[in-house]
C-alpha cells in the first residue's frame, strides 16, 4: 500500500552552498606544502616513536626521513608506499586537485620508483563547498593520476572543516635502484629540478597580488610530475635524491646531510627562481612556514646574514608544494642527469652546490658572479 508523503517526515534537503566569490582558501589556516608540521617540531614528536615490527624486507623506514616507505618484495621489486595531502594552495579547485595529486606522486618518484596505484584521500567541508566544486578537485587529481599512468583504486572520504586533499600512492623499485637520503658522498654535486618561490606565490596569491603569469608559471611547476626520478635511479652515479616540499631547500638538503652524515654547500646566484619570486617576498608575501623552517633548522645552517637580504634568507626556507627533486650525484654523470632532466621538460634543472665533508650542516654562499 502506497503512504502519502507528508513534510514532517520528509528529511529537509541540504542546503547548497552559493559558487558566488568562493575562494578555496578562505578555508585553509595554511595552504599546501605549508601547513606540515615544522621539521623541529615534527623530530620531537618522532623522537621517542619506533616500531615494534621492523622485518628485514623493510629497507626504508622512518629512521632516515626519507620520501616513502620501502619494501621487498623479492630480489627484483620492492613496494615503494607514501602518503601526502594539505589544504587548498590556490582558489581553482581542479587546479588544488592536480597539485595535490602531483606532490603526493612525487614521493614515489623520489625513491626511484615507478608510481602502480593510488588511493584518494578526501576531507570536505560538505555543507560549505559546493558539491560541484568537491566533484572538480578529485577531477584535478584524476587527471593527474591519467598522466602518471596509473588508476586511483579507492580511498576513503570525511566531513571536516577544512578542504583536505591528497593521495595513498603506490610505487615499485629495483631494490639495486633504490635512492635514499643517505646515500649522498663528499664531491658529489647537488642538482635541483624545478625553481624555488612556490610559497611566496601562495603567500602572494592569498593577498590578490599575484599576476596572471606568475600563476600560470606557478601552476606549471606545481603539477610537473617529477618523472626523471625513474631514469636517475638507473644511473649508478646518482647516490641520493629526495623531493624539496614543505621544509623548503635547507631543510630537505639538512636531512640529506643528517642522513649521509655529510655536509653541503649551496651557491645562492645559482639557485633557479620563479619570476619575480624575490619581489613578491620584498613585499612581504613570506609564509609563516619560512620562519617556522629556520627555527626548526637554522643551527645547521651557516650563512653571512648582512650578505643576504631578508627575502633572499626566506627564500631558503621558503615551503615548496610539489617541488623539484633534489639530486646528490658524481661529478662524472652531472651532464647526463641534466640531459635526463633537459629531456622530460625540466628546463630549469641546474647544479646549485656541492657535497663536502664535514658535520651535517648546510654553508650558502654567494659566488663572484652574485
Not at 126 to 135: G, R, W
Request: a negative charge.
Amino acid at each position: 500500500m502506497s503512504r502519502k508523503k507528508t513534510g514532517t517526515n520528509e528529511a529537509a534537503a541540504p542546503q547548497v552552498p552559493s559558487t558566488a566569490a568562493l575562494r578555496l582558501t578562505q578555508f585553509s589556516h595554511g595552504g599546501g606544502c605549508g601547513c606540515k608540521i615544522a621539521p623541529g617540531v615534527l623530530e620531537q614528536i618522532l623522537a621517542k616513536t619506533s616500531s615494534a615490527i621492523v622485518p628485514r624486507q623493510l629497507l626504508v623506514g622512518i629512521e632516515t626521513s626519507d620520501d616513502a616507505a620501502v619494501y621487498q618484495l623479492s630480489a627484483e621489486q620492492a613496494l615503494v608506499a607514501t602518503t601526502d595531502f594539505f589544504m587548498p594552495i590556490v582558489d581553482d579547485p581542479f587546479d588544488f586537485g592536480c597539485i595535490a595529486a602531483t606532490n603526493a606522486l612525487s614521493d614515489v618518484y623520489a625513491m626511484g620508483g615507478v608510481p602502480l596505484l593510488a588511493l584518494a584521500i578526501v576531507g570536505m567541508p560538505v555543507n560549505k563547498l559546493p558539491l560541484a566544486t568537491i566533484k572538480r578537485i578529485l577531477e584535478g587529481g584524476e587527471s593527474i593520476c591519467t598522466r602518471a599512468g596509473i588508476p586511483i583504486a579507492g580511498g576513503h572520504t570525511i566531513d571536516s572543516v577544512e578542504p583536505i586533499y591528497g593521495l595513498v600512492a603506490i610505487g615499485l623499485v629495483h631494490p639495486d635502484n633504490l635512492k635514499r637520503n643517505s646515500g649522498a658522498r663528499p664531491g658529489d654535486q647537488l642538482i635541483l629540478g624545478k625553481a624555488l618561490g612556490v610559497g611566496f606565490f601562495s603567500a602572494a596569491l592569498k593577498k590578490g597580488l599575484l599576476s596572471h603569469a606568475c600563476y600560470t608559471a606557478m601552476i606549471a611547476a606545481t603539477t610537473q610530475l617529477n618523472t626523471p626520478g625513474r631514469a636517475l635511479a638507473c644511473l649508478s652515479g646518482v647516490h641520493a635524491m629526495t623531493d624539496v616540499t614543505g621544509f623548503g631547500l635547507l631543510g630537505h638538503l639538512v636531512e640529506i646531510c643528517k642522513a649521509s652524515g655529510v655536509a653541503a654547500k649551496i651557491d645562492f646566484t645559482a639557485l633557479p627562481l620563479l619570476p619575480n619570486a624575490l619581489g613578491y617576498a620584498a613585499k612581504g608575501c613570506i609564509t609563516g612556514a619560512s620562519g617556522r623552517n629556520w627555527v626548526s633548522y637554522g643551527e645547521h645552517v651557516s650563512l653571512q646574514k648582512k650578505s643576504f637580504s631578508d627575502p633572499e634568507q626566506a627564500l631558503l626556507t621558503d615551503p615548496q608544494t610539489s617541488g623539484g627533486l633534489l639530486v646528490a650525484c658524481a661529478p662524472e654523470v652531472v651532464t647526463e642527469v641534466l640531459a635526463i632532466f633537459l629531456q622530460e621538460g625540466f628546463d630549469h634543472a641546474t647544479v646549485i652546490g656541492e657535497i663536502c665533508e664535514g658535520k651535517p650542516q648546510v654553508s650558502v654562499l654567494k659566488s663572484q658572479a652574485g
